[in-house]
């Protein structure tokens, strides 16, 4: 018996990376999980290798049942499809982890005072809106079980400002998702549903290591100096943090924002 044993969880963005981690940690805990992403196969693009065929079946080698639904978060019927099919399926959800976003556009056209409008609205779309719906269509469920755990990834890009103004739709939309978290733990606290927040910091993941080089040499030695721990971030620190926000260890925890950074949050930008 694992302590969510009898649990049902959803992660979105869970076909890679982070996603794939806090679904195989929820796993591990005993938990049916649900892997969503709007491409289940997504891990091949970025060479990230899995330990079966697919995230679903390295879920159910813990013993548990799981189950991938591709939806695309951005768009509210896909979403409240998904989460009706879920209570249709397994007769609950418990947990929800709002992994799905990213930096999906050139970084060059991010800037604070020129960014397009169709990369503006993409981006927070993809980081702020989707989780508005998967935590509006988790939050019905969920108040008539009167318990249940809703996890938001944010980003300390949502919560340090740079001196560049590069990413700032991403960094709004981040910033976004840590506020909308505590009005969401204020409104559903009564109903017994706890809301929180994780910010992680320069996390090696196999989009990061492909997209932005982030597990080059170069790139180690720059940011590992604005990290108090003086490492770069895995999966599993990150995954260990969500340990501790879905189970009975924060069961007087809600609204909070927490850093999984290193200590790059006392970094000057």
Known sequence: MGKLTGKVALVTGAGRGLGRAYALKLAELGADVVVN???LDSAAEFDEQL???????????????SLGIEADVTLKSEVDEM????????GRLDILVNNAGGVLRPVERGYAAEVPEDDWRDIVD??????VFCCQAAARPMRVQKSGKIVNISSQAGVRGNLMGQNAHYCVAKAGVAQYTRLLAGEL??????????????????RANK????????????????????RMGTTEDCAKVLEFLTTDLSDYV???VIPVCGGMVLSPS
């Open 189 to 206: 606290g009564p109903d017994g549903i706890h809301v929180n927040c994780m910010a992680p910091g320069m996390i090696l993941t196999s």
């Open 254 to 256: 809600t609204g909070q």
């Open 83 to 90: 989460v009706d099919a879920i209570v249709q399926t397994f």
């Open 51 to 65: 330990s079966a065929a697919t995230v679903m079946a390295e879920c159910q080698a813990y013993g548990v049942r």
């Open 211 to 230: 997209q932005f080089n982030r597990d080059s040499d170069e790139s180690v030695a720059l940011y590992t100096a604005m990290i108090a721990l003086r």
């Open 126 to 131: 993809l980081n702020l809106t989707a989780t």
């Open 37 to 39: 992403d709007i491409r």
